[in-house]
Nanobody
Framework: QVQLVESGGKLVQAGESLRLSCKAS????????VAWFRQAPGKEPEFVAG????????YYGESMKGRFIVSRDNGQKTLDLQMNSLKNEDTARYYC?????????????????RGQGTLVTVSS
């Protein structure tokens, strides 16, 4: 069993940076592909970024490339998301997910575990 707890969300101004963190409990974190998703009010969940367990290769959603940086620390059991040049449209609840059960890493339903999320609000 894995529990995921996100932190770091808050109200920021457009153009600012913010770092989110996801802390995992349990023994299997290092063997899981992990990812960040976000969901804005009234919208479908959107893949933000993820890191493969096998190669530690990061991958990103299209609108996040060049602005967001994802990193994992297996020793600390954390998954961090550095978000730069934030825009109004980045406003959402961000949550992390772990244990990819299928091949499509961009679908939150393909993960075995997810956290409750942390709210990011970007104002102009």
């Amino acid at each position: 069993q894995v529990q995921l707890v996100e932190s770091g969300g808050k109200l920021v101004q457009a153009g600012e940076s913010l770092r989110l963190s996801c802390k995992a409990s349990g023994h299997s974190f290092r063997s899981y592909t992990v990812a960040w998703f976000r969901q804005a009010p009234g919208k479908e969940p959107e893949f933000v970024a993820g890191v493969s367990w096998a190669s530690s290769t990061p991958y990103y959603g299209e609108s996040m490339k060049g602005r967001f940086i994802v990193s994992r620390d297996n020793g600390q059991k954390t998954l961090d998301l550095q978000m730069n040049s934030l825009k109004n449209e980045d406003t959402a609840r961000y949550y992390c997910a772990a244990q990819l059960l299928g091949t499509d890493y961009s679908r939150p339903s393909n993960y075995g575990y997810r956290g409750q999320g942390t709210l990011v609000t970007v104002s102009s």
